[in-house]
């Protein structure tokens, strides 16, 4: 597929609204609507020019907030799909994520959810989330998706004060039948800003780790991590994995719960990052090169997503590789490029090297000794 010219994922925040307030929510979401909100007919408008993008349009992906706060939600995805957009949901885990809901979302088109659980044990998850009773609320969530038919993806997101329990929570993904584990590293937006992200050494350390996890039976994933994908390729060309005390610790808990991997790595691998096969429309119609880089390039449905997809000078650069730092002089910068989010959240140019990465560059020697 031709990323120029169009992006595998569109994500839609449908609205700020959700009944939940947790500590690293990048929409800093609130329990009623900001005004603004796309109404019904303007984000129908929006999905009417996903076609543009060509014969098999991009997945939507209906975020927030929380998606089922819209009374319209049903009628969004039924729209969509009678149109023939492929449509997944985001959910938050509340009162209303119910069999009788799932099953209306099913009948209209939706087989896809991705459920957060941020960590291995109720203190944990809860402190994140804020709201007790929500580790086991969430849990019987993904069971009921399961048993519903749904394909699930768990979405967690990595930092200081969960990722020693990544190898129990890979463990849980495991025994739910979860197909899909997709974890987002911690970027400084929204509430996020509160709290600490892991050095570039953790990032290095669970990239390893998630490589091991994803020979257990489930594809792994990253956002905001593209670096993942230079970790998968050096290991599948039979790097060793480092030494570091968080990846041994993840590791051998992981061999400890899940016996020595027996499957072939599933560990997600396509060329994409913020902008370059991935756009974000807010809840106001912005749009966004990805969720955590809030550059906003032209609004929805006044300027059509096609053409500043393909032609805006924010996009255009963002796919161009052309970086600064190491991320400019990278071996693996088609591959990779870096996470532009954490370069705007730390320096305040999505073009500036990506800081969360260990790698040095081999080039970087030859220009260092020239
Ligand atoms: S230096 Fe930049 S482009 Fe290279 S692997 Fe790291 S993040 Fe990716």
Same mark, same amino acid.
């Given at each position: 597929?031709?990323?120029?010219?169009?992006?595998?994922?569109?994500?839609?925040?449908?609205?700020?609204?959700?009944?939940?307030?947790?500590?690293?929510?990048?929409?800093?979401?609130?329990?009623?609507?900001?005004?603004?909100?796309?109404?019904?007919?303007?984000?129908?408008?929006?999905? !009417?020019?996903?076609?543009?993008?060509?014969?098999?349009?991009?997945?939507?992906?209906?975020?927030?907030?929380?998606?089922?706060?819209? *009374?319209?939600?049903?009628?969004?995805?039924?729209?969509?799909?009678?149109?023939?957009?492929?449509?997944?949901?985001?959910?938050?885990?509340?009162?209303?994520?119910?069999?009788?809901?799932?099953?209306?979302?099913?009948?209209? &088109?939706?087989?896809?959810?991705?459920? @957060?659980?941020?960590?291995?044990?109720?203190?944990?998850?809860?402190?994140?989330?804020?709201?007790?009773?929500?580790?086991?609320?969430?849990?019987?969530? #993904?069971?009921?998706? #399961?048993?519903?038919?749904?394909?699930?993806?768990?979405?967690?997101?990595?930092?200081?004060?969960?990722?020693?329990?990544?190898?129990?929570?890979?463990?849980?993904?495991?025994?739910?039948?979860?197909?899909?584990? !997709?974890?987002?590293?911690?970027?400084?937006?929204?509430?996020?800003?509160?709290?600490?992200?892991?050095?570039?050494?953790?990032?290095?350390?669970?990239?390893?780790?998630?490589?091991? *996890?994803?020979?257990?039976?489930?594809?792994?994933?990253?956002?905001?991590?593209?670096?993942?994908?230079?970790?998968?390729?050096?290991?599948?060309?039979?790097?060793?994995?480092?030494?570091?005390?968080?990846?041994?610790?993840?590791?051998?808990?992981?061999?400890?719960?899940?016996?020595?991997?027996?499957?072939?790595?599933?560990?997600?691998?396509?060329?994409?990052?913020?902008?370059?096969?991935?756009?974000?429309?807010?809840?106001?119609?912005?749009?966004?090169?990805?969720?955590?880089?809030?550059?906003? *390039?032209?609004?929805?449905?006044?300027? @059509?997503?096609?053409?500043?997809?393909?032609?805006?000078? #924010?996009?255009?650069?963002?796919?161009? &590789?052309?970086? +600064?730092?190491?991320?400019?002089?990278?071996?693996?910068?088609?591959?990779?490029? +870096?996470?532009?989010?954490?370069?705007?959240?730390?320096?305040?140019?999505?073009?500036?090297?990506?800081? +969360?990465?260990?790698?040095?560059?081999?080039? !970087?020697?030859?220009?260092?000794?020239?």
């Amino acid at each position: 597929m031709n990323l120029d010219q169009s992006p595998l994922l569109v994500f839609y925040e449908t609205t700020r609204a959700c009944p939940l307030a947790c500590r690293h929510c990048r929409a800093e979401a609130m329990p009623d609507p900001l005004p603004g909100q796309l109404t019904t007919d303007q984000s129908k408008l929006f999905f !009417e020019d996903l076609l543009r993008f060509g014969q098999r349009p991009p997945i939507l992906i209906l975020t927030g907030g929380d998606p089922l706060m819209r *009374a319209d939600i049903f009628e969004l995805c039924a729209y969509a799909s009678s149109i023939g957009i492929t449509v997944a949901l985001s959910p938050s885990v509340t009162p209303s994520l119910t069999t009788a809901n799932v099953r209306r979302l099913k009948d209209v &088109g939706v087989s896809s959810m991705s459920i @957060s659980l941020d960590g291995a044990n109720a203190p944990t998850h809860e402190n994140i989330r804020g709201v007790p009773g929500h580790f086991a609320q969430t849990v019987d969530a #993904v069971l009921m998706l #399961v048993d519903e038919g749904i394909t699930v993806q768990i979405n967690t997101t990595v930092m200081e004060i969960n990722a020693d329990e990544l190898d129990t929570v890979a463990a849980l993904i495991k025994e739910l039948k979860a197909a899909i584990w !997709e974890v987002f590293f911690l970027i400084g937006v929204g509430r996020g800003k509160g709290l600490s992200a892991l050095d570039a050494a953790g990032n290095e350390d669970v990239c390893h780790f998630l490589y091991d *996890a994803s020979r257990y039976g489930f594809t792994v994933r990253t956002v905001e991590a593209p670096f993942f994908r230079r970790v998968a390729s050096e290991r599948r060309r039979g790097r060793p994995a480092p030494c570091g005390p968080l990846y041994r610790r993840l590791s051998h808990g992981l061999r400890e719960r899940l016996g020595e991997p027996r499957e072939a790595p599933r560990a997600g691998t396509a060329g994409t990052r913020d902008g370059k096969g991935i756009v974000f429309v807010s809840h106001a119609g912005d749009i966004y090169p990805a969720g955590f880089l809030p550059v906003s *390039a032209g609004k929805v449905p006044t300027d @059509s997503i096609v053409d500043v997809y393909r032609d805006h000078a #924010v996009f255009a650069s963002l796919r161009g &590789g052309d970086f +600064g730092g190491r991320c400019g002089r990278c071996d693996y910068r088609e591959m990779c490029g +870096g996470s532009r989010a954490r370069a705007f959240s730390v320096a305040g140019d999505p073009l500036a090297e990506d800081p +969360g990465c260990i790698y040095v560059p081999l080039v !970087e020697d030859v220009v260092g000794a020239g």
